[in-house]
């Protein structure tokens, strides 16, 4: 079975990273498998499989109209197109209208659970499937399988005689009802918890807060925050970055004023140097008494939870909304990580010593992941069709890649694990369209891989057909 994968490619993960590369990859002729763990695609925005870490709760916190892949566009003020902010369901159907009007479907394995990928003597790489006999071998990996199957379960001295849950295994606000709750984390998934929780229960909800956190409205002047950011970035567009932050900051401060106006502590580094929270709730919630904030966690009590500045409170139940850890079970971190335990990669895409291993999706940003991996797509598939036409153009892209790897941001952010992947939408959007000058061949849209023999179509193809 392994030689019948030979000459095509591996994209693992059917979330939106994979089916944003898989697109690319059947415009541009690249032999490919789309292989999903799950018995259905959409990765973590699918609330029924495991891979999905939505709740019922769960919306956009960026605008589909600026988060919506640009090839294939939702223009929410369009009668009948969808709401600003939609939720996980609508999402979900737009990542299947996306794969049906691309062709893709026809490429996609799910029940597909890569248990390891390791490279071969040759360059090629060996894909073992679980349930499979023998590992397929494929020419190259794109893994897309995202960074939010690992939850970062922070621990305390004491005991807790409630219960303790990880956001990942938040799904409803039936588990939070009538119940004193306590919100560790104050990002995003913390704070829709946070919010829910607060809806749901006569008991104040508990949000505890290591720093303070800029709450960006999800509107600015009655306009989706993210399309008003778009259009300042572009008039804006020779000013540093550091000079675009105090100006949104200072904007933001005169609208909305400080968190610390709303009961909140307010933050000690500049708007750009955490990841966004987007809430309009949140300061609302805290002004009227709702939602407490609390320092961190000192450790726990029994029923109570001891904070560092000496408060202590009874609660019945913990919900850890403190993120994931950087992991890819199935590939041995030395192919990805540095000693920093940051992607070693550049632009956390294209490895520096493996030609045909890539990544899509391995990133955090202030916008839309699903164009970011778009645009990767496009520089993966540049790179291959480079390999195979054009060795000139192979070379140079090469050498970018192996004098560039590292860091993906040189912008400081908040030192903690939640940035290891962070950057700055605008700066690596424009960055990743700037390697795309490489390729002046490959890059061609009628420049595909069909100058290549014709590869055996694999058994998912056959299948299909």
């Not at 800029?214 to 000079?243: C, H, Q, S, Y």
């Not at 400080?258 to 307010?266: H, I, K, V």
Request: charged content about 20%.
């Amino acid at each position: 079975m392994s030689e019948q994968f030979a000459g095509r490619y591996c994209i693992i993960g059917a979330g939106a990273s994979g089916i944003a590369v898989a697109k690319t990859f059947v415009q541009r002729s690249i032999p490919f498998d789309l292989l999903e763990r799950e018995h259905d695609i959409g990765g973590l925005w699918n609330i029924g499989t495991d891979s999905g870490i939505v709740y019922e709760s769960t919306h956009l916190i960026s605008a589909i109209s600026t988060s919506a892949f640009e090839d294939f566009p939702v223009e929410p003020w369009v009668p009948g197109a969808g709401p600003d902010y939609p939720g996980h369901a609508w999402v979900l159907d737009y990542f299947r209208r996306y794969m049906t009007a691309f062709g893709i479907a026809p490429f996609l394995e799910t029940g597909a659970h890569v248990e390891q990928v390791m490279p071969t003597e040759n360059g090629c790489w060996e894909v073992k499937i679980a349930g499979e006999a023998s590992p397929r071998r494929y020419a190259g990996v794109v893994v897309a399988n995202g960074h939010h199957d690992k939850p970062r379960r922070p621990t305390y001295p004491g005991t807790f005689n409630g219960e303790i849950i990880h956001s990942r295994a938040y799904r409803s606000q039936r588990q939070v009802r009538d119940k004193r709750v306590l919100v560790v984390g104050a990002g995003n998934s913390g704070c829709d918890i946070a919010k829910d929780a607060a809806f749901v229960s006569s008991a104040p909800v508990y949000l505890s807060m290591r720093r303070g956190t800029w709450f960006v409205p999800k509107f600015i002047l009655g306009f989706p925050t993210g399309d008003v950011l778009a259009n300042v970035e572009w008039a804006l567009t020779p000013l540093p970055r550091a000079l675009k932050a105090y100006l949104f900051q200072s904007s933001l401060w005169v609208l909305q004023g400080p968190p610390s106006r709303y009961r909140l502590p307010d933050p000690d580094c500049r708007i750009d140097g955490a990841h966004p929270t987007m809430s309009d709730d949140i300061p609302r919630l805290s002004a009227h008494g709702r939602i407490i904030a609390k320092p961190a966690i000192e450790r726990f009590d029994g029923d109570d939870v001891v904070f560092s500045d000496g408060s202590r409170i009874a609660v019945d139940l913990i919900v850890l909304a403190t993120g994931y850890e950087l992991s890819i079970p199935f590939l041995d971190p030395k192919y990805y990580l540095g000693g920093d335990g940051k992607p070693r990669l550049y632009l956390n895409t294209a490895h520096p010593e493996h030609e045909n291993l890539y990544f899509a999706g391995l990133i955090q940003a202030n916008g839309s992941i699903w164009r970011l991996a778009a645009l990767q797509g496009k520089l993966i598939a540049n790179a291959i069709i480079a390999s195979a036409t054009d060795p000139s153009e192979a070379r140079a892209f090469r050498r970018v890649v192996q004098q560039g790897a590292g860091p993906v941001s040189r912008q400081t952010f908040v030192p903690s694990e939640r940035h290891k992947l962070e950057t700055n939408y605008f700066d690596y959007a424009r960055v990743l369209k700037k390697n795309q000058r490489v390729f002046k061949h490959a890059g061609r849209k009628n420049w595909q891989y069909e100058n290549l023999p014709n590869p055996v179509r694999s058994p998912i193809q056959q299948a299909a057909e």
